[in-house]
């Protein structure tokens, strides 16, 4: 999830009672819930380095004693005051392990099991962003600031903001659950349907950002991928979807996935789609690009390797984007 996403769910859970358990829990919990994010530094070097990097180790659940260590030990440092360790780092491991549960929620994924399994986790059921989560967290934020206005102006004692943090963590839970449930449903429609007359090899449902009932659904087989964006509410049309038929194997693109640009690229790629072009230069060239279809589609693509190859197959260029295809 999004930063501010993991500040507020920190703030929730310090109101909600562990500022009461532990002292200074505010300030351990906002800088645990962001720790394992530190990952930030490799997109220092190059976007490719940070996409190796993003969601590793700093992510796994080996590592969040270490992360919930390190906001507890900034905390203490710069308050110079004691505390009691055990659970300011318990406390700490809490903001930890929210930040890795909701970051397991979405589409972008987590390698929890680093560093015994690189395997990517992801329950496909949020986005990194989402809208739904932010106004209520903001709404329990803006609350209770508001009941501490009005109890001043009346002389009255201001709440805590103890249930409003309550009811944003049932909210998460609650939501969460639901979302699970709408996930498995769609993606329960897309395997009952036959697509071009074929059964398909693999089947994914993305959410929308806004829309809890709306998907995108992902169909794939030998010959083809679908993508479809398509309602929970009204009935499957399993021939609405855009088709996007896959390059026939050849040597450009074999020697494509053997740079190291692609060698990377696809250690992350879940839903990786090849598209071959030809080039004006190097005359006689191709252009090998690779996408994945979880940040957009062949008519508009994100996250994209490219190698361009010379007639002899011979890489001339590689680069990895998070953007759009440069114009051609």
Request: with cysteine.
């Amino acid at each position: 999830m999004d930063n501010l996403t993991h500040t507020l769910t920190g703030l929730m859970l310090s109101r909600a009672g562990l500022n009461r358990w532990c002292p200074r829990a505010t300030p351990i919990l906002l800088l645990a819930v962001n720790a394992p994010d530190a990952d930030i530094v490799t997109a220092l070097w190059t976007a490719l380095d940070y996409l190796d990097s993003h969601r590793g180790i700093t992510h796994s659940l080996a590592a969040a004693p270490v992360m919930a260590a390190l906001a507890v030990a900034i905390v203490r440092i710069a308050g110079r005051k004691s505390f009691p360790w055990l659970r300011a780092l318990l406390t700490g491991l809490v903001g930890v392990l929210s930040h890795l549960a909701m970051d397991w929620t979405n589409t972008y994924g987590v390698r929890l099991l680093l560093p015994f399994s690189s395997q990517w986790l992801q329950l496909h059921i949020t986005n990194v962003v989402d809208i739904w989560i932010w106004t209520v967290l903001i709404l329990c934020i803006v609350g209770p600031l508001l009941g501490r206005l009005v109890s001043s102006e009346i002389g009255a004692k201001p709440g805590s903001g103890r249930g409003s943090a309550v009811f944003a963590l049932l909210f998460l839970v609650l939501y969460t659950g639901i979302r699970y449930t709408l996930h498995e449903r769609a993606v329960n429609t897309l395997n009952s349907h036959v697509y071009e007359g074929a059964v398909p090899r693999r089947v994914a449902a993305f959410p929308h950002f806004a829309n809890p009932f709306l998907w995108i659904g992902y169909v794939e087989n030998d010959r083809f991928v679908i993508v479809q964006r398509f309602s929970l509410l009204s009935a499957f049309d399993p021939a609405g979807g855009e088709v996007f038929y896959k390059p026939t194997p050849s040597p450009a693109l074999d020697a494509a996935r053997r740079t190291a640009t692609f060698t990377r690229y696809l250690r992350f790629a879940q839903f990786a789609f090849f598209q071959l072009t030809p080039v004006e230069r190097p005359e006689g060239g191709v252009r090998v690009e690779a996408m994945d279809i979880r940040f957009g589609q062949p008519s508009a693509p994100r996250f994209v390797a490219t190698a361009i190859l010379d007639p002899s197959l011979r890489v001339v260029e590689e680069s990895y984007t998070f953007g759009p295809l440069r114009p051609r």
